[in-house]
């Protein structure tokens, strides 16, 4: 049985059941040995780490082993402070990316462990790797690239891999993290050969504002790609649709006075991601316009949202569970270098992006 499912059986959250699993500090001693009767009870104890089954207390001091925690190998899952500035998203996708580290670490004998690295202050990120076990590797959720990051990584003492994240340039060095990430190249390719086969020549472009080098990568490979087709790149209709916080992470109002303030829309917009072409569809309706009948949309991650609206959004596929399988894969090839004697060796691995046709794209050449 999975973490998740055992979490759903019980009525309470996957963090909270890694918590008991692992005999990790964070919820009260009572609501612990309820769930570890209910896990007993239901004959699942070959979940628990050797710590539950010994009885020690969670946090407890370690004593003359070197490592303490689960008694199977471990992938970590980082999460760093910068991660939360998109938290609130209710669509984010990297629940299906933790769904497949999670099963292609049990399918390699290893459990899943998150770490946040600003809970403990004054703990090291390689500390806290060395207190949570036998440590295979780290995956690291998305989040802005910094030399604080870059040096906690270089000495966490494992390997790491990063998802969907580039390089990044801070000052005289360059630092390459090996990540897996889907290609924003191919996939901006494949929506804006699309939209000119079916003649679409006059394209727009609507992103958040938020930074990161998803965004920006996607935004620079949409460009290039209307150079490579013969098409006009028109500032005027790169539009900002805005960050947007909590609730307002799908405020529309403001994006539709942008495109109302516009001389003449484009025949089509092609959007940062999901949320984006959503946005556009409900700014477009607001002002009397029909997608895609007066300008068509397209999205990009193939998120759930592109099914529940009118009309369904064509988009680039993204699949979150094979990127996270594909992350503990990378920390077996990793591993496998150092140990064939590579020094640091970065690997980068992009997944395929396809393009799934739905409503939400008229062709002009049928008129």
């Not at 005999?23 to 001693?29: A, C, T």
């Not at 003492?157 to 090996?178: I, K, Q, R």
């Not at 690997?347 to 409503?359: D, I, K, S, T």
């Amino acid at each position: 049985m999975k973490a998740k499912d055992l979490a759903k059986k019980l009525g309470v959250s996957p963090a909270t059941i890694s918590l008991v699993l692992n005999n990790k500090p964070g919820i009260s001693d009572s609501l612990r040995k309820s769930l570890l009767e209910k896990i007993q009870e239901l004959g699942h104890e070959e979940m628990l780490c050797s710590a539950c089954r010994e009885g020690d207390a969670p946090g407890k001091p370690v004593e003359k082993k070197e490592n303490r925690g689960c008694a199977c190998k471990v992938i970590a899952y980082i999460i760093s402070d910068d991660f939360y500035a998109d938290r609130s998203d209710r669509y984010n996708f990297f629940s299906g990316v933790l769904e497949g580290i999670e099963a292609e670490a049990w399918e390699n004998d290893c459990c899943l462990v998150m770490v946040h690295t600003n809970r403990l202050r004054n703990v090291t990120l390689a500390e806290q790797l060395r207190r949570t076990g036998d440590v295979l590797g780290a995956i690291v959720h998305p989040c802005r690239l910094s030399k604080q990051l870059e040096r906690d990584i270089k000495t966490a003492g494992v390997p790491c891999v990063f998802m969907d994240a580039g390089g990044f340039l801070d000052g005289p060095a360059c630092w390459e993290p090996s990540s897996v990430c889907i290609s924003n190249r191919q996939g901006m390719y494949h929506v804006v050969r699309y939209l000119k086969e079916k003649g679409h020549t006059r394209l727009g472009y609507v992103y958040s504002g938020w930074s990161g080098e998803v965004r920006e990568d996607r935004r620079r490979w949409y460009l290039q790609a209307l150079q490579q087709f013969g098409l006009e790149e028109r500032p005027e209709f790169c539009l900002c649709a805005g960050q947007g916080h909590g609730e307002d992470l799908f405020e529309y109002q403001g994006l539709a006075e942008l495109l109302r303030s516009l001389p003449e829309l484009p025949t089509a917009l092609v959007c940062e991601n999901d949320r984006q072409a959503w946005r556009a569809i409900k700014a477009l309706n607001l002002l009397g316009k029909r997608v895609p009948e007066d300008v068509s949309v397209t999205g990009f991650d193939d998120q759930p949202l592109c099914t529940m609206i009118e009309p369904a959004i064509t988009t680039i596929h993204n699949s979150p569970q094979l990127m996270g399988r594909e992350c503990v894969t990378m920390i077996k090839n990793l591993r496998r270098l150092e140990a064939l004697g590579e020094d640091s060796p970065w690997l980068r691995y992009e997944l395929p992006a396809r393009l799934v046709e739905r409503a939400s794209v008229r062709d002009l050449n049928k008129t």
